[in-house]
């Protein structure tokens, strides 16, 4: 008589845990707002992403138990919709069996996609999420964010015309849309550092993220006198307030455009208009970092497009999550996250360390916008120009 194998509890849950297509590659995942509003930062994440799986199957892929593997890589448009992005990665993780995922940019479409990642154990590597906004959701355990601090980008702006010492009446008017990192550098962090530098607050003024009119608000920036003008709004709307500025007669002597300033698709649209706008950032080709002239030339050789910093990070999550399944030499969830955490690499946006809330911070620089490009005006031992000023 034959007799029956009961399988063990351990036997049944590698069965039912065992990736998909382990003999044959390596499936990762990305939602990504390749439409909508922010589909000029979807763009640049897309090829940061594609490019380093390209190398690491240029280099004979990745070795799982002894075989090396390709990786490929599904990205889902989440077309600038929060609950596309959870929808995706729940796609992504059931659907493609993706084993590891990177996120798409901005909070709203971060952090939706990454509470899915949590839920399901599934590491993921992401840029694109300031701090506060990823620090402040949950105490992660999958999921990893290199990015800035958004203290260091609301300051930046503040020290770099202090130390420019240029003059102004140092009245300022704040308007920023109610998105989550709006409302923490344009509601919460500009107020109080107007106050520890002298500045006075003559408006304040918050607007929905689909907002398209700013008439209102930029006269009463105008009409209270305001020499500088602090923003924080996604690029279709930064392009029109820009625009309205220039419409109403307005002529602040500085003008500072948080997170719509900063792809390459603002200064397209606006020409000229673009110039003088100041807007964080945390990497340019120019930085001291293995691989950053050559990174910026390959996407331009690339696309004959101009570049943008977010290539940068989005290539290093990237590199940062194969290089922790290659560490792994596995393809679950457990080895994997922890290779990610053991990260300590100079990279192209700098030195990669996560801290222990899963957060690897990035050093910030003010650069402006010159001719068409942008320029690091601060600080000096980073800077490539000198300040325009005042605003053109």
């Known amino acids: ?33 390749l439409s909508g509003a922010l589909a000029s930062f979807g763009a640049f994440q897309r090829w940061g992403y594609e490019r380093a799986v390209a190398e690491a199957n240029s280099a004979g892929g990745i070795a799982i138990g002894g075989k090396r593997l390709p990786v490929r890589i ?4 989440d077309k600038t919709d929060a609950n596309v992005s959870a929808g995706n990665v729940e796609t992504l993780i059931s659907r493609e069996k993706a084993v590891a995922l990177l996120g798409s940019c901005t909070p709203a479409l971060v952090n939706a996609g990454a509470l899915v990642a949590e839920r399901h154990r599934v590491p993921m590597v992401t840029g694109c999420d300031p701090r506060r906004a990823f620090t402040g959701v949950r105490q992660w355990k999958y999921v990893w964010d290199l990015f800035f601090d958004e203290a260091d980008l609301a300051e930046a702006p503040f020290k770099a015309i202090t130390e420019a010492g240029v003059a102004t009446n140092k009245r300022v008017a704040i308007l920023h849309d109610n998105g989550p990192d709006g409302q923490v550098v344009g509601g919460q962090l500009w107020p109080e550092l107007a106050k520890k530098y002298g500045w006075e607050v003559v408006v304040s003024a918050s607007f929905p993220v689909d907002n398209s009119q700013f008439t209102s608000i930029i006269a009463d920036a105008k009409s209270n006198g305001a020499d500088i003008l602090l923003v924080d709004a996604i690029t279709p709307q930064a392009v029109s307030i820009r625009k309205q500025i220039a419409t109403a007669g307005y002529r602040p002597k500085v003008l500072v455009i948080e997170k719509g300033a900063e792809p390459a698709q603002f200064g397209t649209a606006l020409g000229a208009l673009a110039d003088g706008v100041l807007v964080g950032g945390y990497w340019d080709p120019s930085s001291p970092y293995p691989g950053a002239k050559e990174l910026m030339a390959a996407y331009e050789r690339e696309t004959r497009q101009p570049g943008s910093q977010h290539i940068a990070d989005s290539y290093v999550a990237a590199k940062v999550l194969l290089a922790a399944i290659a560490a792994a030499g596995s393809l679950g969830a457990e080895p994997i996250d922890s290779a990610i955490g053991k990260t300590d690499a100079t990279l192209v946006v700098g030195p990669v360390r996560f801290d222990a809330q899963h957060f690897a911070r990035l050093p910030i620089v003010s650069v402006q916008w010159q001719k068409g490009k942008t320029v690091v005006v601060w600080p000096a031992a980073a800077a490539g120009g000198k300040l325009l000023f005042p605003v053109p």
């Open 1 to 33: 008589m034959l007799r029956r194998t009961v399988p063990t509890a351990a036997l049944l849950f590698a069965l039912f845990t065992a990736p998909v297509g382990l003999a044959d590659e390596i499936v990762i995942g990305a939602s990504l707002p």
């Open 74 to 77: 599904v990205i889902r448009d």
